[in-house]
């Protein structure tokens, strides 16, 4: 099932599919493009389903400063 376009998880999959080499992200010298988000958070959310998560349940997280702070607050789609 896609993403809605009007929420973050449609603008980011509208990216992807569209300019997945643009820069999504510029922190401190590090940059990570659309499509290496996208590869990140899939990731992320398949090893949460792993651990027997599902979709639409609550997760805890512990955010740092940095790139994967964003990518953390991303998987719930």
């Given at each position: 099932?896609?993403?809605?376009l009007?929420?973050?998880?449609g603008?980011?999959?509208?990216?992807v599919?569209?300019v997945?080499?643009?820069v999504?992200?510029?922190?401190?010298?590090?940059?990570?493009?659309?499509?290496?988000?996208?590869l990140?958070?899939n990731?992320?959310?398949h090893?949460?389903?792993?651990?027997?998560?599902?979709?639409?349940q609550?997760?805890a997280?512990?955010?740092?400063?940095?790139?994967?702070c964003?990518?953390?607050?991303?998987?719930?789609?």
């Amino acid at each position: 099932m896609k993403p809605p376009l009007d929420t973050i998880p449609g603008v980011v999959a509208r990216a992807v599919a569209t300019v997945p080499d643009k820069v999504f992200l510029d922190f401190e010298g590090e940059t990570l493009t659309y499509r290496a988000f996208d590869l990140l958070s899939n990731r992320y959310a398949h090893g949460l389903a792993a651990l027997g998560l599902r979709a639409g349940q609550p997760v805890a997280v512990m955010l740092d400063n940095s790139m994967t702070c964003v990518n953390d607050m991303h998987i719930s789609r």
